[in-house]
């Protein structure tokens, strides 16, 4: 069982590295580079999204950038390629593999749905 000063230090940890992640997930972030800033070691942080978040940090971002993503995808008329490049993704492909493994059906497809009103699912054996 951890002390309690160790949760308290690692949650804090956490909410300070997840708002530097919630403000610039577009830009091209590393966790040594968010340990530094919120002036920590990389294996503290580590220790802080597994233990406190139950995630990794890259799951993190991605999930970041996933969730603003859809709501570029579903309320701005934004290609698949500028909403790419807006969420930090330098190449569309990428982005369009990390959505389909997100969110289960490709960004052209999740737009289409949100403006047709329309639930288009990828069966999931396609989606694999």
Avoid: C, W
């Avoid at 530094?36 to 799951?59: D, H, M, P």
């Avoid at 579903?74 to 290609?79: K, N, Q």
């Avoid at 052209?108 to 990828?122: Q, T």
């Amino acid at each position: 069982m951890q002390r309690a000063s160790t949760v308290h230090h690692r949650t804090t940890l956490l909410e300070d590295a997840n708002a530097i992640v919630e403000h610039e997930f577009a830009r091209d972030l590393s966790l040594d580079d968010i340990a530094r800033r919120v002036a920590s070691s990389r294996r503290q942080l580590q220790r802080a999204y597994a233990e406190i978040g139950r995630t990794t940090f890259r799951e993190h971002l991605t999930a970041v950038r996933m969730e603003r993503a859809a709501e570029m995808l579903a309320a701005h008329g934004l290609t698949v390629r500028e909403v790419a490049h807006r969420v930090g993704y330098r190449q569309p492909a990428q982005f369009a593999k990390a959505f389909r493994r997100h969110h289960g059906l490709a960004p052209s497809a999740f737009r289409l749905r949100g403006a047709a009103g329309v639930d288009v699912r990828i069966p999931a054996a396609e989606a694999a």
